[in-house]
Structure formats: C-alpha cells, structure tokens
Nanobody, 117 residues
Framework: QVQLVESGGGLVQPGGSLRLSCAAS????????MGWYRQVPGNQRELVAG???????NYADSVKGRFTISRDNAKKQVYLQMNSLKPEDTAVYYC???????????WGQGTQVTVSS
C-alpha cells in the first residue's frame, strides 16, 4: 500500500518562501510521475507542478518562475520550493503519485499553506 505524507506547510507573509516535501512509501518510486496540486474551498483541485520519472517538469502558468518542483529518488521524496508567495497561493497542497502500467494514482492527506500578512 502506497502512502504519501506531505510536510512543510504553514503561515508565511507575502513575498516569503516555503518548501513542501512529500515522502512516499513503496519500492518503485523512481518510475512514477509526481505532482503537486492545490485546492481552496469551493474550487476544483488544480495542478501546480509535475515531474516525470525522467525529470521533465511542467508548471501552472500562475506559478512559473516562482515555484520549483524536484525529486530525490534515493530518498523517495518530491519537493516544491515556493518563492515570492502571494495571498492567492493560499490553499491545501496535495502530493500525487501516478503509475502508468497499470494505471494507479495515490494522494497524500494535504498540507495547508497560508500566505497572509
């Protein structure tokens, strides 16, 4: 059973930085695609950033140039470095792991990020 545990959320002032971490269990982390999503009450969960098994990355337009996703396959962790945070970045951030063959998806429990002065 795969488990994903996020950490690193909290309260930060506008312009500040946070680094989220997601630790995965299981033995085949390196072949999975990892992603960070976020959700605010009343809205759909949206993709923030993704990273493939080969290290390819993609970002939502709203975070390009401010957020960086990375992964450490040896530690089975994925990270989201968030800089120049804005109040509109406030959300619960979720980690997602995807395997293609067979298709399986797993979610973490989420971590709250609040950007406020």
């Amino acid at each position: 059973q795969v488990q994903l545990v996020e950490s690193g959320g909290g309260l930060v002032q506008p312009g500040g930085s946070l680094r989220l971490s997601c630790a995965a269990s299981g033995s085949i982390f390196s072949i999975s695609t990892m992603g960070w999503y976020r959700q605010v009450p009343g809205n759909q969960r949206e993709l923030v950033a993704g990273i493939t098994s080969g290290g390819g990355t993609n970002y939502a337009d709203s975070v390009k140039g401010r957020f960086t996703i990375s992964r450490d396959n040896a530690k089975k962790q994925v990270y989201l470095q968030m800089n120049s945070l804005k109040p509109e970045d406030t959300a619960v951030y979720y980690c997602k792991q995807t395997f293609q063959f067979p298709k399986q998806e797993y979610w973490g429990q989420g971590t709250q990020v609040t950007v406020s002065s």
